[in-house]
């Protein structure tokens, strides 16, 4: 079965200090994982996806995302945090046609 | 501007009733989806569809229904059979797999209320 988790309800940072927020999957053959984030009342935008290739990979707004086939994860970065990153993160897995979704890290950046 | 749109906003129904949610995409995209949110819950999928005139369900298709008649169209109905209505409801589309594995791009939601 294929599945998503985000061990992290809520993660707090101060501005300027680098932020790490994980994800986890399970999948039985290659995993295609995908970061999006929400803001309040919005829907959903897309900030990087692993397909295959290099373990870093880098996306919108400075954000990256490190693939860890050992661990089975693919946890979002970024060397500096801005308060305007405060929002909801989901990472995504794709399958067989299909997106799954973790349940979100709703990320805060303090001034 | 490519995109994808739904309608409306807000919506909001009483008891009994069924409504129709909108969701259209001119990214020329094959794959469509509908989802749920919900507070701590994430996203769960509803229906999806690859193709025009087919769909598939998802994990809490019940007291949902949709219809692919059109590539750019992909129509939620929420029936008076589901029994938790209120939630924000979110289209997404993508490429198809056939196509390289692409990101969904998502509409700006409608909140639905039931009274």
Redo the contacts between chains.
Sequence with gaps: AQSVAQPE?QVNVAEGNPLTVKCTYSVSGNP?L?W?VQYP??????LL?Y?TGDNLVKGSYGFEAEFNKSQTSFHLKKPSALVSDSALY?CAL?NF???Y????TKLNVKP | DGGITQSPKYLFRKEGQNVTLSCEQNLNHDAMYWYRQDPGQGLRLIYYSQIVNDFQKGDIAEGYSVSREKKESFPLTVTSAQKNPTAFYLCASSYHRDRGYNEQFFGPGTRLTVL
């Design positions: 309800d295609y995908f999006y009342n919005r829907g959903l935008q897309f996806k397909i989901f794709y046609n299909k997106f979704f973790g349940s979100g």
